[in-house]
């Protein structure tokens, strides 16, 4: 019987540690073990409502966003100048274009509107920039949200970060072809 106690009271220590952020006493992972051993169903003493979890757990979740974006957003500019990055609306809209994105930084909750090709396809700030003319572009409400839907199309990964290099930021998987 001692040897299985002391599972119990691993499991209850690990238990509490979950549902209590804390570690329980030795007298209460003993009442817990006990009742355990007797077959009855019972769980952590003083489990924290979920509303009170939450409470406590936003400010960290918070923490850690925004510790992830402000890692993602430094190896931007700490990235050597290289053909595999493209920061700025028009280099990312060409990589966009080229499905050259491996990973497409966008601002939250930023709109900026512009223009697709009725025939390519193309995304363009002007309107202008296709091939097949200025007749063909229609207006969209949001080049950002064209951009996100086109690079996840490609298998690309996006990521909305508060405040992104350069309006917009690719990491790409090619150099792009230089337009004509």
Not at 57 to 82: D, K
């Amino acid at each position: 019987m001692g040897q299985r106690a002391a599972i119990f009271r691993r499991i209850a220590e690990a238990a509490a540690m979950v549902g209590e952020h804390r570690r329980i006493g030795a007298e209460e992972a003993e009442q817990f073990a006990e009742m355990k051993g007797r077959g009855n169903a019972c769980r952590a003493p003083h489990p924290r409502p979920p509303a009170r979890v939450r409470a406590l757990a936003g400010p960290v979740i918070g923490t850690w966003v925004s510790e992830r974006e402000q890692r993602l957003v430094s190896q931007f500019w700490l990235e050597p100048p290289s053909q595999l990055v493209a920061m700025g609306l028009e280099p990312c809209l060409t990589a966009v274009n080229q499905h050259a994105a491996a990973l497409l930084v966008v601002p939250v909750g930023g709109l900026v509107p512009g223009f697709s090709c009725t025939r390519c396809g193309a995304l363009s700030s002007t309107g202008e920039s296709c091939p097949d003319g200025p007749a063909a572009a229609r207006a969209v409400p949001d080049l950002f949200e064209e951009m996100v839907v086109r690079t996840l199309n490609d298998s690309g990964q996006v990521e909305a970060v508060r405040d992104p290099p350069g309006e917009v930021a690719a990491r790409l998987r090619f150099p792009p072809a230089e337009p004509e």
